[in-house]
């Protein structure tokens, strides 16, 4: 069902409806409301034959028309049923011809073949397939049947605009929900506002429900498509809005194209991938913890050796890299540990003198009497053809001797890979981004984010990629900050400019194990429209009288995950996590002192 409600959002945004009303006098005399509609869809232009409503109280078959105007608080106008023919009975109801050809001038095929995507006598239109959850299997076509399918659109569209949320009266105003009664009664239309009677609508309910289902996935969507785009963002917002989360579920969307609803599985479906990779920021992070660094080894007899290797982000940055990679000769490591099985098996003549003695030292580099060919050296000399090399003449020695033809190692000359776009993505999440000095964890890589695919130099050189670093187009990095964190420094506008931001509010939870009451009465210290914010979730937060001027309430404001019931009592939660939260906010001044005595009657 999402992945089909997921198109027919898409289609009904594609789609614009504008009404002229072209009613003349005699046709206000006689209470009738006359439009043309134009319908704007892909580049294509539509406009209908002129279509009738006609006042509800100056219409037979309407049930309690006096109330449907009350409930309205204005005249309302419906379907003439005496000029448009359309309302049938379940055996000759039917919409190609009798809607159709009479909405579309004659001879518009297009325009028809447009009217048969929305509804056809196959239910396969996209306001059947939007409406058809909650429909028992006799409504048969009575929505579009009695109803202008413009008036429908409308509806549909704003409920997607408000992304589920209860939409304004005014949009069922024109609506017939079904002929009520039977062959013993005197059957009449009833509203589609269940308001009217205090009845059932299913289906209405139905297709809120499934939109708001869906606005998590649109949600995702979104941001997927911000982060290819920017290739980093920032999901910022106060204390248990889901980030974390969040985050998760856009790896694995952009990784493996679904999200798993137990968060264990996709833990483990995560981690034990290579193109995803977690780390968490602290005050005592470094440009060494996270891009590339120093470290110390140690041989067999205790020799501290110094070697420089990329850490998390550059060796995440590599493996992303080489999946764009194709090609290429690069054949030294197999040669060279040949050559070190045959030294240390027997002797070998790599000069071409007696009086050169060919060993490995203790940490298994070739040595020659006393100067030294260590792997990394001569395999620079191989990749890169250097030349300033400490004992150069040596490591070319070691070269020559692997490429030489005669002998068994037959090294080929290094070529490097071609770069192709695998598009396999690779998703880095950064948790608590801000914790961290972040200029001085990234260092030059602040360059890199902005100019994907290109090299900048490092202060630290590796074997494989000398003194370069180069973020590539399929690595994506998502980043979580705790706005309400007023320890750690804000983002320098270098930085800041280089990543997109989310916000992740608050919201109630439609599930059953969720505080409402408490959370509601939390949310009132924060801001004044909440009623209005949990209709529309797009309104500005007004701040509440309860917080401080200085802060905004999307900064601060507790999340959502606070008030999710566990197995634990959630009493406990209550006073041992979201009230001392609560208290610490009023002493750091966050929240005014008058909101005290509503924290203590929580």
Not at 145 to 169: A, C, F, P, T
Not at 269 to 277: A, D, G, M, V, Y
Not at 479 to 500: E, L, P
Not at 527 to 556: A, C, G, H, M, W
């Amino acid at each position: 069902m999402g992945e089909e409600i997921l198109e027919c959002i898409k289609f009904f945004r594609e789609i614009e409806v504008f009404k002229n009303n072209v009613t003349t006098e005699l046709e206000k005399f006689n209470n009738q409301k006359v439009v043309e509609v134009t319908y704007h869809y892909r580049g294509k232009v539509f406009k209908t034959n002129k279509l009738y409503y006609k006042n509800i109280l100056h219409q037979a078959h309407v049930r309690n028309p006096t109330n449907i105007k009350k409930y309205f608080e204005d005249e309302v106008f419906w379907l003439d049923i005496d000029y448009h023919d359309w309302a049938k009975g379940s055996g000759e109801a039917e919409l190609e011809k009798i809607v159709i050809d009479e909405i579309a001038p004659s001879g518009d095929n297009d325009f028809k073949g447009f009217l048969k995507l929305l509804a056809n006598n196959q239910k396969t239109g996209f306001i059947q397939r939007i409406t058809a959850d909650g429909k028992p299997g006799q409504y048969h076509h009575n929505f579009e049947n009695n109803n202008h399918w413009h008036d429908i659109i409308l509806l549909i569209k704003e409920i997607i605009e408000k992304r589920g949320s209860v939409v304004d009266k005014q949009h069922f105003s024109r609506l017939v929900f079904k002929w009520d009664g039977d062959k013993n009664t005197i059957r009449e239309r009833s509203s589609l506002a269940k308001e009217v009677e205090n009845k059932n609508r299913g289906f209405v309910d139905k297709m809120y429900m499934n939109v708001r289902q869906v606005q998590s996935k649109l949600k995702k969507t979104e941001m997927i498509k911000i982060l290819k785009h920017k290739k980093q963002v920032i999901l910022q917002g106060p204390p248990g809005t889901g980030k974390t989360r969040e985050a998760k579920d856009i790896a694995e969307q952009l990784i493996f194209g679904t999200v798993t609803d137990d968060k264990k599985e996709q833990k483990v479906k995560l981690e034990s991938s290579e193109q995803f990779k977690l780390v968490q920021f602290h005050p005592a992070y470094s440009y060494e913890d996270f891009v590339r660094g120093i470290v110390v080894k140690t041989d067999v007899s205790a020799t501290p050796e110094y070697k420089t290797v990329n850490k998390t982000l550059g060796a995440f940055a590599k493996k992303a890299n080489e999946s764009n990679l194709s090609g290429g000769v690069d054949d030294f490591d197999r040669a060279w540990r040949e050559l070190i099985e045959d030294i240390n098996s027997k002797r070998i003549d790599i000069v071409g003198s007696s009086d050169v003695t060919v060993t490995l030292n203790s940490r298994g580099n070739i040595k020659f009497n006393s100067p030294v060919a260590t792997y990394e050296t001569t395999y620079q000399l191989y990749k890169f053809g250097k030349t300033d090399l400490k004992y150069e003449t040596y490591q070319k020695i070691v070269l020559n001797y692997l490429k030489d033809p005669n002998e068994k190692y037959k090294l080929k000359d290094y070529e490097a890979p071609n770069t192709v776009a695998s598009n396999i993505p690779y998703v880095l999440i950064i948790d608590e981004i801000n914790r961290a000095n972040l200029p001085a964890v990234l260092g030059e890589l602040i360059y890199a984010l902005e100019y994907r695919g290109e090299q900048v130099e490092s202060m630290y050189a590796t074997l494989e990629e000398g003194n370069t670093l180069m973020l590539p187009e399929n690595l994506y990095i998502i980043g979580t900050m705790n706005t309400s964190d007023r320890s750690v420094g804000h983002i320098d506008y270098a930085i800041r400019r280089r990543f997109a931001f989310v916000d992740m509010l608050p919201k109630a939870l439609n599930i059953d194990n969720f505080e409402l009451a408490i959370f509601e009465k939390v949310a009132a210290l924060f801001i004044k429209n909440y009623d209005q914010y949990e209709q529309d979730d797009t309104v500005v937060l007004e701040p509440s009288d309860y917080l401080s001027e200085e802060f905004r309430p999307e900064d601060v404001w507790l999340g959502h995950s606070y008030f999710i019931k566990t197995d634990d009592d959630f009493l406990t939660r209550k006073r041992y996590e979201i009230i001392p939260i609560l208290k610490e906010y009023v002493n750091d001044g966050i929240l005014k002192e008058t909101a005290r005595n509503e924290i203590n009657a929580l």
